[in-house]
């Protein structure tokens, strides 16, 4: 990390192509903060596709200079997400159809780097995984394309095995859309919403009402005419002497 260049908040940054060899068609999905490389923990790693895998952490302590491979993607497949896990998690995925499943993480054998991994949901034609979560106390919050979206609590999503369809976690009406994005959230976080114009919206997620899997939800942001939801994430909340 020491060779990422510290700077303002408003400052451009460095162009990661000098920092990593990138393809031309690649794209950064996700970072992850290591420290040991033990051997008891994983890298989980789910899939647009629906495919999710895990590998020891400990394969990913040498790396090279040109990179090293983390999982085989096939078909126009691409990497969704992936996080550390300790090999007793339970992990929740979310599609754009609105469903979601909920496994346990020994549903997933280890495998090496070079491996393609196995079916993690079953995905209807045209629809694909938005997200990745690993389950903690805390609540679902999730969005739609055009702005809509709510808080559910965990406990309303059941565990299965790996594979399956999954159940409703936001209906994706004609109103809502398709769903974006999908992540665990506290009541104490705040949201920050990025609408495909480039119109950023922060909220506490208190603000938002909690409601059962098999509902609408209700207004997140308002998106103009031809315009969606494209990004949601989690941020800690800051104090006023942070922003300052």
Do not use: C, W
């Not at 051997?39 to 789910?46: P, Q």
């Not at 104490?188 to 899997?213: A, F, N």
């Amino acid at each position: 990390m020491y060779q990422v260049p510290q700077a303002s908040r408003g400052s451009r940054g460095k162009p990661i192509v000098n920092l990593l060899p990138l393809e031309a068609d690649e794209r950064i999905y996700t970072i992850l903060p290591v420290k040991d490389f033990d051997a008891d923990s994983f890298v989980f790693m789910a899939t647009s596709g629906g495919t999710v895998k895990k590998t020891p952490l400990s394969q990913f302590s040498r790396p090279r200079s040109s990179g090293i491979i983390a999982i085989d993607l096939r078909d126009g497949d691409k990497l969704v997400d992936a996080k550390i896990t300790e090999g007793d998690a339970e992990i929740l995925l979310v599609a754009s159809s609105g469903k979601s499943i909920r496994f346990p993480e020994s549903d997933v054998r280890p495998m090496g780097r070079g491996a393609a991994g196995v079916r993690g949901i079953k995905l209807p034609d045209e629809h694909e995984v938005i997200a990745l979560s690993i389950v903690q106390d805390g609540l679902v919050l999730t969005a739609t394309e055009n702005g809509y979206g709510k808080r559910t609590a965990v406990g309303d999503f059941p565990v299965q095995g790996r594979g399956g369809q999954g159940v409703i976690a936001i209906q994706t009406t004609e109103r809502n859309g398709r769903t974006v994005g999908a992540v665990l959230v506290g009541e104490d976080d705040e949201i920050m919403l990025i609408s495909s114009s480039g119109t950023l919206v922060r909220t506490p997620v208190d603000d938002i009402s909690v409601q059962g899997r098999n509902t609408q939800g209700v207004r997140l942001i308002r998106v103009e005419e031809g315009q969606r939801l494209v990004g949601v994430a989690r941020i800690e909340p800051i104090d006023e002497e942070d922003e300052e």
